[in-house]
């Protein structure tokens, strides 16, 4: 089983409150920014973009300091968008799926309950769909007639070393992925856990359907990975400081998260 290398792109962020990262927050509080990430796994065998994020229309219109296109930060690191086989959505709001038309070639790794929930009884709730655009739902419905959404019930080994892992809780398919390493299992919790704090401190993120079944996604997050640190949060600035840029370069923009934190 050949260790993976693991990049986080840094594209987008805005500025926060408390009471919009955990729930019972201080709404004068201010609190930590929100960084928007996608990743790339990768190793000599095997290549995985998790999530696609969002462009610059989506970011006007929802408030949000865009940064550079993912797909420009992929191509850093050497992968041409149109070129990639195999996309990990995480689960379907607008950061984690927009730009999925950028990848032409890719099939589309979803859990069954995701599309459920993104094409469901749900979606008539506000506090529910707000997070979703409707385009890109039927852009992926699309894709699914088209025959390139590969769906997973549940927990799955998609490749040597690499395998989902259904979470719930801040959606119905919500989804992590674990990856096989130099340091052991690493886990990319995505929206599992925005922030550190949300799984650390035990803060819910507000954004939810089910608080028990995020609660108990940090702890399904931590069985997983071989050590604590090795878990990624899916928003949290404090990525970009506690990991390394692979070159001078991509300060700022990428960094390796195969690799010790600085804590």
């Known amino acids: 089983m050949k260790p993976y290398e693991i990049y986080a792109i840094r ?6 409150r408390a009471h919009e990262n955990f729930i019972g927050g201080d709404p004068h509080e201010t609190s930590a920014t929100m960084d928007y990430f996608v990743w790339l796994v990768r190793n000599d065998e095997h290549q995985f973009v998790v999530d696609t994020g969002f462009g610059p229309e989506a970011a006007r219109r929802r408030k949000r300091d865009f940064l550079r296109p993912p797909t420009e930060g992929l191509a850093m690191l050497g992968v041409d968008a149109a070129q990639v086989k195999d ?3 995480t ?5 984690h799926v927009g730009n999925f038309d950028k990848f032409p070639n890719a099939r589309f790794h979803l859990q069954d309950q995701e599309m459920s929930f993104a094409t469901g009884r749900y979606m008539c709730c506000g506090p529910f769909s707000h997070a979703y655009e409707v385009d890109e739902v039927v852009g992926m419905v699309r894709r699914v007639y088209a025959g390139r959404v590969e769906f997973h019930d549940g927990d799955a080994e998609i490749a040597p070393g690499l395998s989902l892992h259904h979470i719930g809780g801040h959606t119905m398919g919500l989804q992590a992925v674990r990856v096989w390493t130099s340091l052991g299992w690493m886990v990319l919790a995505s929206d599992a856990s925005h922030y550190y704090a949300n799984m ?7 954004i939810v359907i089910d608080v028990a079944k995020m609660v108990d996604g940090w702890k399904k997050l931590h069985k997983l990975a071989s050590a604590p640190q090795y878990v990624i949060p899916g928003h949290d600035p404090l990525v970009m400081q506690r990991y390394k840029a692979p070159d001078p370069s991509m300060q700022g923009i990428i960094v390796r998260l195969d690799a010790e934190p600085a804590l």
């Open 200 to 206: 650390l401190e035990g803060r819910p993120f507000p």
């Open 87 to 89: 996309v990990i959505l």
């Open 91 to 95: 689960h379907m709001h607008y950061d």
């Open 11 to 16: 594209y987008a962020t805005v500025a926060r």
